[in-house]
């Protein structure tokens, strides 16, 4: 049973335009909601986090949006560039729990100069 | 670089073979995560270890074990290997049990 789902294997956006990654998640007990960034041959790299008490969290070129009521969230990326082609992996949790992060499949972005 | 490191880069065995997987976590983090990322998977969590003692368990075989050593580094031993457990393997660290994760480079286990 995915608790987390991203249910785009894949994404192509023209440089400069806006990329949508979305997220869907089952476990109504998940409260924090983190989105991971990987390159090939690297380790997942942190990108950006919201609680369940936001709606959205932003950093730079990078804001994540959380609809509680739908279970989803997404993550925006304005303007993207060709660097921002990588995997996206959304992971969520019970942060009151000190459950383990689960994780959806990845989708990957590909930004098209 | 996250401060995170992993050896071997890659590793291939056989079947039945037992390998140790290693892990250095980040400076000052006391939280060590495995987690196993196979063939369109996301990433599934195996253990994780919190100043020693193990704090958390996910789907990890019976033939998987971990420990994490008085120095924080941790090892994760994969026996009587098959082939559905070549993999990506990473681990992860944290300041603490609620932090963000730092994740490793990988090792990419091949069983033939």
């Known amino acids: 049973d995915q608790q987390v789902k991203q249910n785009s294997p894949s994404l192509s956006v023209q440089e400069g335009r806006i990329s949508i990654l979305n997220c869907d998640y089952t476990n109504s007990m998940f409260d924090y909601f983190l989105w991971y960034k990987k390159y090939p041959a690297e380790g997942p790299t942190f990108l950006i986090s919201?609680?369940?008490?936001?709606d959205k969290n932003e950093d730079g070129r990078f804001t994540v949006f959380l609809n509680k009521s739908a279970k989803h969230l997404s993550l925006h990326i304005v303007p993207s560039q060709p660097g921002d082609s990588a995997v996206y992996f959304c992971?969520?949790?019970?942060?009151?729990?000190?459950?383990?992060?689960?994780f959806g499949k990845g989708t990957r972005l590909s930004v098209i100069a | 670089d996250s401060g995170v490191t992993q050896t071997p880069k890659h590793l291939i065995t056989a079947t039945g073979q037992r390998v140790t997987l290693r892990c250095s976590p980040r400076s000052g983090d006391l939280s060590v995560y495995w987690y196993q990322q196979s063939l369109d998977q996301g990433l599934q969590f195996l253990i994780q270890y919190y100043n020693g003692e193990e704090r958390a368990k996910g789907n990890i075989l019976e033939r998987f074990s971990a420990q994490q050593f008085p120095d924080l580094h941790s090892e994760l031993n994969l026996s009587s290997l098959e082939l559905g457990d070549s993999a990506l393997y990473f681990c992860?660290?944290?300041?603490?049990?609620?932090?963000?994760?730092?994740f490793g480079p990988g090792t990419r286990l091949l069983v033939l």
């Open positions: 992860a660290s944290s300041v603490a049990l609620q932090e963000t994760q730092y």
């Open positions: 992971a969520a949790k019970d942060f009151s729990g000190n459950t383990p992060l689960v």
């Open positions: 919201i609680s369940s008490i936001k």
